[in-house]
């Protein structure tokens, strides 16, 4: 993922210059092109894809419509957050029939989503950043082995299982050096590392004693 700085204003003029990275956008993924790739990774008809993601809204709404927060595990957590206009915006009859205000001016002013912590960390084990100036390997590439059989018990402690997946997303690897590291470490029995057979043949590591 690129990105740039860019400058902050000085607001409170201080003098002081500061910057802030922000992403380089690149294109934004269209609808059709996530079902596609929904398509491409479940056992779902593209049909059924296409009912969800449409459905999905309106489920949500049942109740947040309630003040309820809704949390979707490995998704994560959607709330309202409401806003309140001025009496200045309030004598404004369009802004007011815009934002569907009440009489008091409070209104819906957007949904929050804060993502599942797991995901987070997802996407960052398997995102390198880069400025375009300043190359830095990023810290999964300076990992010893000793340092990813730690990352791997780790995980294993926390979900009782792992999968060659959790180990790519944890360390950054890619998956042919991923499966023989889990190789050689379920190899070693002092490791405590051992395999178990999960959903399509795949294979899961597990704690042995």
């Not at 004598?91 to 001016?105: L, P």
């Not at 819906?108 to 989503?113: A, D, E, S």
Request: hydrophobic share 35%.
């Amino acid at each position: 993922m690129d990105y740039v700085m860019e400058k902050l204003p000085d607001l409170h003029k201080t003098g002081e210059t500061k910057y802030y990275p922000k992403v380089k956008h690149e294109n934004c993924i269209n609808h059709s092109t996530i079902v596609s790739l929904f398509r491409d990774v479940s056992t779902m008809s593209r049909s059924a894809i296409e009912g969800v993601l449409k459905e999905l809204p309106g489920v949500l709404n049942m109740y947040l419509t309630y003040g309820h927060s809704v949390k979707l595990e490995g998704f994560g957590t959607f709330n309202v957050i409401l806003g309140r206009l001025t009496e200045k915006e309030m004598a404004d009859r369009k802004k007011v029939r815009k934002v569907q205000a009440n009489r008091s001016g409070v209104y819906i002013k957007k949904i929050n989503f804060q993502p599942d912590p797991e995901w987070l960390l997802e996407l960052r084990g398997m995102t390198e950043l880069n400025d375009g100036k300043n190359p830095t390997d990023p810290f999964w590439k300076t990992l010893t082995k000793e340092e990813r059989l730690e990352i791997a018990l780790e995980h294993i402690d926390k979900h009782g299982s792992m999968s060659v997946r959790d180990y790519m997303v944890r360390t950054g690897l890619g998956r042919v050096k991923a499966e023989r590291d889990l190789k050689e470490f379920s190899a070693n029995s002092k490791n405590g590392i051992g395999t178990i057979e999960g959903a399509n043949n795949s294979k899961l590591y597990v704690k042995v004693s």
